[in-house]
Nanobody, 121 residues
Framework: QVQLVESGGGLVQPGGSLRLSCAAS????????MGWFRQAPGKEREFVAA?????ITKYADSVRNYISRDNAKNTVYLQMNSLKPEDTAVYYC?????????????????WGQGTQVTVSS
C-alpha cells in the first residue's frame, strides 16, 4: 500500500510558477512510476506528466512543466511555469507499479487527495 500526500498548491498570478510536491510512504517508492494529473471543475481528470523509476519522463505539455523525483526522499515534484488561468485545477499525484509510464487515469493504482492550484490575477 502506498500513501501519497501532495503539497505546494495555492494562488498564483498568470505567468507565475509553482512547484508541487508529492510525498510517498513505503520502502519501495523507487520502483513505482509516478504521475501528475489534474481535474478542473466539470471536467475529466487529465494527464499532466509522469516519470518512471529510472526517470524517463512523459508530458502532456513539456514546454511549461517539468517532473522530477528524489527517491532518497520518497518525493516526486512538478515544476509548473508560465501558468495560465486554464491551468486552474486540483492536481493529483498517482503511483503505479508498472515500469512504463502511461497517461491513462486507469493505469495508476494509488492516488493522493489533491492540491488546489488557482491561477488568477
Amino acid at each position: 500500500q502506498v500513501q501519497l500526500v501532495e503539497s505546494g498548491g495555492g494562488l498564483v498570478q498568470p505567468g507565475g510558477s509553482l512547484r508541487l510536491s508529492c510525498a510517498a510512504s513505503g520502502p519501495t517508492f523507487g520502483r513505482y512510476t509516478m504521475g501528475w494529473f489534474r481535474q478542473a471543475p466539470g471536467k475529466e481528470r487529465e494527464f499532466v506528466a509522469a516519470i518512471t523509476w529510472d526517470s524517463i519522463t512523459k508530458y502532456a505539455d513539456s514546454v511549461r512543466n517539468y517532473i522530477s523525483r528524489d527517491n532518497a526522499k520518497n518525493t516526486v515534484y512538478l515544476q509548473m511555469n508560465s501558468l495560465k488561468p486554464e491551468d486552474t485545477a486540483v492536481y493529483y499525484c498517482a503511483a503505479t507499479k508498472t515500469t512504463v509510464s502511461t497517461p491513462r487515469v486507469t493505469g495508476y493504482d494509488y492516488w493522493g487527495q489533491g492540491t488546489q492550484v488557482t491561477v488568477s490575477s
